[in-house]
């Protein structure tokens, strides 16, 4: 390596590393499927039409990935811990793994934007830098390094020592929640929510000894999660409206009906929020031909759609959060002059749901029924140090 001797003089290069590894398709079937050898896996994937080859390919690609970077971090003099997402317990917020993150000086991931999400959950300070490594170009890369440099990793290091880098303090949210029940065991939104063959309604109900011992528990809990992209409330059975009441900044509070409510980051913003504001290019056509009479030809439509869809986005280390109601109820009995999203900087929502859920990240996720409030505000010191290379 070129910077080899400079960079072990460097009294500001980091000592430890923590690496944050995506488990490949390939490792998570074979952990699921512990009984097969690797001819039996790959045979049952071709029965199933899924390109065996594929799989393995983003597997190496991965192991790669890993090794090259362990490589160089061990020619470097640098302590370096790699971990795999499937060791790392975000849902129950092990101690042990908050201190694999306090012990490092700089957090490496690889993988996709997932696994960025993931290790973002894990960061509860400012302080510590974080950047992640792609090798898999045909996932989302939203907030890791550009997809070149996971075939020339050697080259990242160079540029953070000529410091030919800029740093991204990204917003994050803090949830506060009251209610009872809130130190029950959160669960990702992956797992089921019930045993087989439970029904729902019994799932819901609670034993005289979980009521007892919700009702020992505090009734206001900080959340340790800080959300990088947003906070999502609604109720798990998707056909099933939830009313909520919405109190933004000093504002009078308001009451609405809909399919739940979004509140995001800048980061955010680029993500779900931006999806659920899509508009169509037939939408725009129709509105203008019914406001101007004149229909709009398709590169005039693609301006106005790039316009308002980049109107929607806003600065990842913005102060203010957004927040959108997803398919709000308009109708003689609801308020009819409220806006479906606006910017604020803080927010408070009250659940009247029987069976709702509080989603950060599209991961960990909370009950938020009738009576519970939730509370959420961006502050400085709740940022993630972000490392940027062009």
């Not at 790669?64 to 003099?77: M, V």
Request: charged letters at 25%.
């Amino acid at each position: 390596m070129k910077l080899l001797n400079c960079l072990r003089d460097n009294r500001h290069w980091p000592k430890r590393v923590l690496g944050i590894s995506k488990l490949s398709a390939y490792e998570f079937l074979k952990i699921t499927h512990s009984d097969l050898s690797q001819n039996q896996l790959l045979s049952q994937l071709r029965k199933q039409n899924i390109d065996p080859d594929e799989i393995l390919a983003e597997h190496h690609r991965q192991l790669a990935c890993e090794k090259e970077l362990a490589r160089i971090l061990h020619n470097l003099n640098v302590n370096c811990q790699i971990m795999k997402r499937y060791n790392l317990s975000v849902i129950e917020y092990r101690i042990g793994d908050a201190r694999c993150v306090d012990w490092a000086d700089l957090v490496i991931t690889i993988g996709g934007d997932g696994t960025f999400l993931l290790a973002s959950k894990l960061i509860t300070n400012n302080k510590t830098p974080i950047f992640g490594i792609n090798p898999h170009p045909e996932t989302s890369n939203t907030f890791t390094l550009p997809i070149n440099y996971s075939t020339d990793i050697e080259r990242i290091f160079e540029k953070l020592h000529a410091g030919d880098y800029t740093v991204l303090m990204r917003s994050r949210i803090r949830t506060v929640m009251t209610g009872e029940g809130l130190y029950q065991q959160p669960f990702h939104v992956h797992e089921k929510s019930r045993v087989q063959g439970e029904k729902r309604v019994d799932a819901l109900m609670r034993s005289t000894q979980r009521k007892i011992a919700d009702a020992l528990q505090p009734r206001r809990r900080i959340l340790p999660w800080l959300a990088l992209n947003e906070v999502f409330m609604a109720e798990f059975l998707a056909s099933r409206p939830i009313m909520l009441t919405i109190q933004a900044d000093e504002e009078e509070r308001f009451m609405i009906r809909s399919s739940g409510i979004c509140v995001c980051t800048g980061s955010g913003s680029r993500s779900w929020f931006r999806t659920m504001n899509l508009q169509t290019a037939e939408t725009v056509q129709t509105l203008v031909a019914m406001a101007t009479g004149r229909q709009l030809n398709e590169k005039e439509t693609r301006e106005v759609l790039h316009k308002y869809h980049s109107n929607l986005l806003f600065p990842p280390d913005n102060l203010k959060m957004a927040y959108m109601i997803y398919e709000m109820s308009r109708s003689p009995l609801w308020p009819k002059l409220i806006s479906d999203k606006r910017m604020c900087c803080r927010i408070k929502i009250k659940s009247t749901g029987f069976d709702a859920g509080l989603v950060l990240d599209g991961c960990v996720s909370l009950p938020f029924n009738d009576g519970s409030t939730a509370s959420f505000e961006i502050r400085p010191e709740y940022s993630l140090k972000n490392i940027i290379l062009q």
